[in-house]
């Protein structure tokens, strides 16, 4: 971060030699609120530890209510296959 600093003052100071403390002061005012937009930007599209819970806790419901009606479903269909193997079974039988 300190490199930086220094960096950032020699590019003030070349760029105001050649083009003027108001230009140059105009355009690192204008870097700097480009950057802060985009640092923004990016903050409100980024997930917070909330966000992921609720995410997974809801995830967790929905995975619990699908294996229920899985299971109420198997129940009606093997409950239906009985029925119907006990049915020509006792058919068979009958003749």
């Given at each position: 971060m300190y490199l930086e600093a220094i960096e950032a003052a020699r590019l003030y100071q070349l760029l105001s030699d050649?083009?003027?403390n108001d230009t140059t002061e105009a355009m690192f005012k204008y870097i700097d609120n480009k950057i802060e937009r985009s640092v923004q930007a990016s903050i409100k599209s980024l997930a917070t530890k909330d966000d992921l819970n609720a995410v997974k806790y809801r995830l967790s419901e929905d995975i619990n209510e699908s294996k229920t009606e899985t299971i109420k479903w198997m129940f009606i269909f093997w409950a239906g296959q009985i029925v119907t193997t006990l049915t020509i079974l006792?058919?068979?039988?009958?003749?």
């Amino acid at each position: 971060m300190y490199l930086e600093a220094i960096e950032a003052a020699r590019l003030y100071q070349l760029l105001s030699d050649k083009l003027g403390n108001d230009t140059t002061e105009a355009m690192f005012k204008y870097i700097d609120n480009k950057i802060e937009r985009s640092v923004q930007a990016s903050i409100k599209s980024l997930a917070t530890k909330d966000d992921l819970n609720a995410v997974k806790y809801r995830l967790s419901e929905d995975i619990n209510e699908s294996k229920t009606e899985t299971i109420k479903w198997m129940f009606i269909f093997w409950a239906g296959q009985i029925v119907t193997t006990l049915t020509i079974l006792l058919l068979f039988i009958k003749k």
